[in-house]
């Protein structure tokens, strides 16, 4: 006799769709069958049984220039659970008096009371620490602690690191048995660029686009791939969305280097043209911005080919005042999205491009949670944690940001018809979403230790 079976509905396996019964004993799947026995049943019929997402890309309160983003640890996991994300990856930001493993410590000290799903670290290493390797002498604590990603920067000031710097940094993760996530843009170009448009009297969000040329991304993601080759360094290229970029992707893999890319949303779904040339532009600033709708075919023509491994958010909030600035050099980059991602990839993906069911489900759940270490995530199979989402694909839902419980107080996909949302979301066999309402508790979210050598 199971505690709880989930019946009638249509599970989404790593082997494919099938009409079974699944069965939680505790916080594990224990079956997939038919007429299994349970205390307790859940109906699913007509709906589609899938894992809880996993995110591995998301910054909740995080610092910035002063600001800090919108969503907290509480309010950003909230949305994730009610858009069916049961795991997120954020990540630890070293100052320069802090070692990597203080920065950790007082990271889990902010997150630990307050999550509503499980959540992991990803490691930034900023440019004082790559300065020197006995500056990365905490990598192997680092890694022994669960935290197996280092987030490097090839852009940004206080974060870029150089071509040696890299190289050293890379090597000192790879020894250590962790993996390199990368932002990959050429950075010291794009400031001289960016200085240049705004001396030249260009402030409009469209040049943040014109000054950021996917050519300069995809040569950054070709030298970043090199350098990982030399260091025999596992890599991921965060956020691509245009397709030099990708090419550079493909072009590494075939040539047997250990590497894998995510997009977003916002790049599957927004262009530069309709949205930074628009009068609300200043919102859609992230970096890589908006690109092409060339590119954004692109992005679905990877995905249904697979040379795009998996979907993030890169759920960075900011209020709308917040990205009120004078100039495009100044807003923060950064867009709202971690409660949505299943919904819109699974209507604009599925539904309209014909996307199969297995690549949604894997690109938003499995891949992130076997290429991050997650080793009982993101699969309905037997002795996973039941992190589970029941899915109405015949719910009929207008996004809205005052519907959401995303504390920003606008969504790049205000006023967008989706059909298809999860209507009931369990945490390790508990039901913490009910009727597309929150019904858990802050604080019930664990921190996953990840190991990618296993």
Not at 138 to 163: E, I, S
Not at 358 to 375: D, N, Q
Not at 422 to 433: F, H, K, S
């Amino acid at each position: 006799m199971h505690d709880l079976v989930i019946r009638n509905g249509q599970l989404i396996t790593p082997s494919g769709p099938i009409l079974a019964d699944l069965a939680i004993d505790n916080d594990r799947i224990a079956a997939i069958g038919l007429q299994l026995n349970a205390e307790r049943d859940l109906d699913a019929s007509g709906c589609f049984v899938i894992p809880g997402g996993v995110d591995c890309h998301v910054h909740l309160q995080m610092r910035l220039s002063g600001l800090t983003s919108t969503d907290s640890f509480e309010s950003g996991t909230v949305a994730a659970a009610t858009g069916g994300t049961t795991t997120v990856i954020d990540f630890t930001d070293p100052q320069p008096e802090q070692s990597l493993m203080e920065a950790f410590c007082h990271r889990r000290s902010e997150a630990d009371d307050s999550v509503a799903v499980d959540y992991g670290l990803h490691m930034s290493i900023p440019t004082w620490h790559a300065s020197a390797e006995d500056r990365l002498h905490d990598v192997p604590n680092a890694v022994a602690a669960g935290c197996a990603t280092f987030k490097l920067y090839q852009a940004y000031d206080r974060m870029q690191l150089d071509d040696v710097a890299l190289l050293r940094t890379m090597r000192a993760v790879a020894s250590a048995g962790g993996a390199v996530v990368l932002h990959s843009e050429t950075g010291p170009l794009l400031d001289q660029l960016r200085a240049d448009a705004v001396a030249a009297g260009h402030n409009e969000p469209i040049w943040h686009e014109r000054t950021r040329p996917a050519t300069l991304e995809a040569s950054a993601v070709q030298r970043a791939a090199e350098i990982a080759a030399l260091a025999n360094c596992p890599l991921h290229i965060f956020h691509v969305g245009a397709a030099d970029p990708l090419t550079q992707v493909t072009a590494a893999r075939q040539r047997g280097l250990d590497i894998t890319a995510e997009t977003c949303p916002h790049y599957l779904l927004l262009t530069a043209a309709d949205h930074l040339a628009a009068s609300d532009g200043h919102l859609y600033i992230c970096a890589p911005p908006l690109r092409s709708p060339s590119d954004r075919h692109a992005m679905w023509r990877a995905l249904h080919d697979g040379s795009i491994d998996m979907i993030s958010t890169d759920h960075c909030p900011w209020t709308s005042s917040e990205k009120q600035q004078p100039s495009f050099a100044d807003v923060p980059g950064g867009l709202p999205g971690i409660e949505s991602r299943l919904s819109l990839v699974h209507h604009f993906g599925v539904t309209e491009r014909e996307l199969p069911l297995t690549t949604w489900v894997s690109t938003c759940c499995t891949a992130p949670a076997r290429r991050m270490g997650l080793l009982r995530k993101g699969a309905l199979l037997p002795g996973y944690d039941a992190d589970i989402v029941i899915f109405d694909p015949d719910r009929e839902k207008r996004i809205r940001s005052k519907d959401l419980n995303e504390a920003a107080d606008w969504t790049p996909y205000e006023g967008v018809n989706v059909v298809g949302w999860p209507r009931t979301v369990l945490l390790r066999g508990t039901e913490i979403v009910l009727d597309e309402q929150f019904a858990g508790l802050p604080g019930q979210g664990r921190y996953l230790h990840r190991n990618l050598l296993s």
